[in-house]
């Protein structure tokens, strides 16, 4: 574990230890939180886990945006802190059929094929018209148990359950911010999607 100080010496962290779980404090001495997360998210893949004082829904909004996976809200205790970050790492050490779709298929394909789109889920890889595509985890997960059911309608709760995990207390505002990055990243357009489907009031479905 290592513990840092100010803005300068958490990015360069970022980038020299390419840390798997980033634990991120909005409300920073002498700097912007938010910048800062967006600034640690093109510097490292990892999971980030953001922590603030503000408990409003425009806060985790701006939180998601900005490139964390998760966004909580203080005062939180260290037992939760450390419950949480035991539960995301299992999932980063789970395989991946494990952690985002082994619910839905006993044997998925390794690679699924929707038009342009190509999901290698095997190898965490995603080309649209044989352009690699550039995803988080999160993102990638929330993918990948689409990928499973093409066609069929994943349930916002199924997703929190399997990317977050099913102890997961937070908002399910996750879902919806995550999803349109996905969606931008996909060229899919946010108001009116043609390939990531949103089933009102239910989940979401992969058009096939």
Known sequence: MVVTDNCDEALTAAKNLQPRIILLDADVRGGDGMQLC????????????????RRDEGTTIAGLAAGADD???????????????RAIRRRLHASPADHTVGSYSENPPARQVFGRLCVDIARRE???ADEQISLTRTEFEILAMLAQRPGAVTTRQEMLDAVWGSRWAGSITNIHVHIGHLRRKLGDDPARPLLVLNVRGIGYRLAV
Request: charged fraction near 25%; charge should be positive.
């Open 126 to 128: 995603v080309f649209l």
């Open 38 to 53: 967006r600034r640690m998210r093109t510097l490292s893949d990892g999971h980030i886990t953001m922590l603030t004082a």
């Open 71 to 85: 966004v909580l809200a203080k005062p939180i205790s260290s037992r939760e802190i450390a419950a949480r970050i």
